[in-house]
């Protein structure tokens, strides 16, 4: 375990988490620490968005609409123009576009704010300049390290780092989080210490930058609004932790979905369902798709279901997946063959759900001359050589080639024999009368 969580042990963790919630986002000082954020503040965020925009794609209507919202508050600025603002203003007065009353105006304020101490400002402004460039340049230094836990560890200590700005700690703990989600992805599925140890360190890094962005409606490192990314890759964040969730850190996960509100309630919703309907095997009336679905699946209304998707229009998200996989298997037990094969072939080839193949490979059995065309009927065509080692089609143990089995006994016009093979497998079957009638088709009786 590295140094930055040695702090945070399994039972410790939902702890720490109530502690960041209470603190952050329940307490009524906390709601005054938000208050407490100044006008000044605000008006500084809504003007930086304004000139990143400008600067991008400069014109005079923009810089005269930046110009004006600055003059409407020049009394709160005092006598501190924002860096990001000098910026744009010389780039107004040197810009061949800009109209001759917009550069008197810009002169104007620049002269007015330009009397106070200049020298004193420009240090500080160097200092501050300075600053900033030895945190960018040791932060690329340590993204640079190899080693892991050696790169873990040397993030926070940096992250203890005197007068660090809101900012550069979110950039820090971001930075922490892209490596743990890497990290996921290299570690074996049955590493079960390895998982938990990712967790906590994902939990804990999730509340601490949760705390950060809470206080700020914009947080810019670089012209980035690292709170606007933080959110817009908030879903992938949380399916990241569904990947690697086990039950001790349940109750962590309830938190951390519930703290997301403040940064997306669409996500926290969405995301608090599939949690609950996957993990807490809860069930819960919805109308958020693909929940809505799966809701009704659960309450055995299938041909509701059924309908609500077909109905739907949607994104496929991981989420979907799981819930079409689910409306797939039930179609596959209410003899909807065609249906659940479309379905379960869709999750089969797009999100790799190959725990799915028994299904589709018994649907090749059941209804060969329909999917015949289909992409995966290609496998059920390679996986059947798997016959070749067994030239006496004899019983065998594994489940595949029991299948196989049974579309050779029906190939053989032994739909009976087929049938009670198909049925052990998979005890809910019911499909005897489609392969009945199917023999009775070849024979012409």
Known sequence: MSQFFKDFDDEEINEKSKKITKKAFFDEDSSEEKDKISKKEKKKNELQLLVISAEEDFSVKQAENIVKTFKKNSNIFKNDIPRFLKRFFLQIIEEKKSTASLKRQVNEILKKYEKEDTIKEDEVVKTEEKRTEVFENKLLVILEIENYKTKIETLFELSKSKNLQDSELAKIYMSLLGIFNNEIANTKSENTPKKKELLKEIFI?????????????????????LK???TENLNFYIVKIFDIIDESYFDACRDLLKKTESISLEISKSKSLEFSFFYDNKIIENEIFPFNILYLLRINEYEKSKSLYLESEYIKTPAYFKVISEL???????????FSFKLLQECYFEANFHNLENYLLIMCVIHEEKVINEIFFNIFLEKIRLLENNKLILKAYDSKLEIFRAYLFLYNFDYKKSYEILKKIEPRLECYDVLKNRVLKELKL
């Open 228 to 230: 606007k990314l933080f």
């Open 328 to 338: 797939g298997i039930m179609a596959f037990y209410k003899q909807d063959f065609i």
């Open 205 to 225: 890094v999730m509340n601490f930058l949760l705390e950060i962005f809470f206080k700020h409606d914009t947080l810019f490192y670089e012209n980035i609004d």
